[in-house]
């Protein structure tokens, strides 16, 4: 995470472990617990009130995302127009609404 302060490593314990963003999702929403998610997650949840955003001035460290294709000598425009895209989505913060809250939530 980075804070105010620059970089902090804090080592997480607990026995929920998925690599389902459904799951994930629905252990927020069981109150499980916090956890660090993109806020297209979670949909209306944060505008309704039903959970409310922590540590708001600490984000997570950037990380790539990589878009892997075929090249050859003559890229289709609905690739390039996919991968423009793509950059275009991933490029915003994906950890903050369009009104600018974070997404840390609990």
Request: proline share 8%.
């Amino acid at each position: 995470m980075i804070g105010p302060k620059g970089e902090i490593r804090v080592q997480v314990t607990g026995n929920f472990q998925t690599n389902s963003s459904i799951a994930l999702r629905e252990a927020i929403l069981a109150g499980m617990g916090i956890a660090l998610v993109p806020v297209r997650l979670l949909g209306n949840h944060m505008t309704d009130g039903h959970l409310k955003s922590v540590l708001p001035d600490y984000q997570p460290a950037p990380f790539p995302i990589h878009a892997v294709y075929r090249r050859s000598r003559f890229q289709p425009a609905k690739v390039k127009a996919f991968i423009d895209s793509l950059a275009d989505e991933f490029h915003r913060c994906p950890w903050v609404s369009d009104d600018g809250q974070p997404s840390l939530h609990g």
